[in-house]
């Protein structure tokens, strides 16, 4: 196999179920993941949009069982591996176990920016299963650089093989990027990792940025299709990063045909920045919030970008979902007094 410089792994299987109301079913997944195989894509991320055990009323109930979407993904793919996403608190380490009796291959184990010692129990027990450990630090915009590292390295000594910086709500700059990636360089003795959402038209710059301090492993997802805006495109990072003369050892031309042939079909509607994915990185709000809080303003018959604008002033996350029809609720009393 190629030697890579930078090793992508693909969330539209993941990611790309926010933007799809959790609606993959198995023939979509197979078809998916073949396609990506196909490509030499090294890793591909299958799951409900909120990670293991997100399939609820607060997070949005899935079509299909993400267990057996992995079994599916898993039989579709002769060389890249399945990874999984587990927030503690909403995945548990039976979801963990069932998910490598499965066959995947990598858990990341996602925590807020300032919550990494939740993730110990799970990234031992992930080690203990054998599966390469990511340690994902969500909302990296809400917390200085020092934090960040804190935290980082917290996850390290847990036994993480690599560390994220998230930037789930799209709201980083490309020198808070680099600030970041570049800090966590000097601080940890494994790689660093990159995941971006568009919601300012910033995650291709920033994930360049990311790779430009020395990240190597990098979140994309094919015909941009993730939560709020979504994220990196990653047939376009791909083609980017051959421009560069970094190696990816994905085929450029079959990371197209499967976004234009496999994923395009499917999508409701283009991934785009509309004012409600804007809003988000404006706010700085958890970009699977949108749709959520698009139904609870149509409920009580708000402008979401006031919703999205006050769980920004609150600092809510993920995990907080329920939140937002709190939030909703007040600003539609407090209108209603007004008037």
């Known amino acids: 196999m190629t030697k890579r410089d930078v090793l992508i792994t693909e969330v539209a299987l993941r990611d790309g179920s926010h933007a799809l109301a959790h609606s993959y079913t198995i023939d979509q997944v197979v078809s998916i993941a073949k396609g990506l195989d196909e490509a030499n894509i090294p890793y591909i991320e299958v799951s409900h949009g909120d990670g293991l055990g997100g399939s609820s009323l607060q997070y949005g109930l899935s079509r299909t069982d993400e267990m057996e979407l992995i079994s599916a993904a898993v039989s579709a793919c002769n060389h890249a591996k399945i990874a999984v996403l587990l927030l503690p608190g909403i995945g548990t380490v039976e979801h963990l176990k069932e998910a490598a009796k499965r066959g995947a291959k990598m858990a990341r184990i996602a925590t807020h920016i300032t919550e990494a010692d939740v993730s110990r129990q799970h990234l031992s027990v992930a080690k203990e299963l054998g599966m390469e ?9 809400m917390a200085p650089v020092e934090t960040l590292v804190e935290q980082a390295v917290l996850m390290e000594s847990y036994g993480a093989d690599s560390v994220y910086v998230v930037d789930s709500a799209g709201a980083l700059l490309p020198h808070q990027v680099k600030e970041r990636i570049r800090a966590l360089r000097s601080s940890l003795n494994i790689p ?4 971006a959402h568009n919601n300012l038209s910033l995650a291709m710059a920033n994930t360049l940025a990311a790779i430009e301090e020395g990240a190597t492993r990098i979140d994309g997802s094919v015909r941009c299709l993730g939560a709020g805006a979504g ?3 990653t047939e376009v990072l791909a083609a980017v990063l051959d421009r560069l003369g970094i190696e990816t050892g994905i085929d450029v031309y079959k990371m197209m045909d499967v976004a234009e042939e496999l994923v395009a079909p499917i999508l409701p509607k283009p991934q785009e920045i509309t004012k409600g994915s804007l809003v988000l990185g404006y706010a700085g709000v958890y970009s699977s919030f949108l749709l959520h809080a698009n ?5 009580f018959g708000l402008d979401p970008r006031d919703i999205l604008v006050e769980l920004g002033k609150r600092k809510v996350v993920g995990g907080q979902e329920d939140m937002i029809i709190d939030v909703a609720s007040e600003i539609a009393k407090k209108q209603a007094a007004t008037v």
């Open 231 to 233: 994220n990196t495109q």
């Open 192 to 195: 660093i990792g990159f995941h």
């Open 295 to 299: 139904r609870a303003a149509k409920h």
């Open 133 to 141: 450990t990511v340690g994902f630090l969500m909302m990296a915009h």
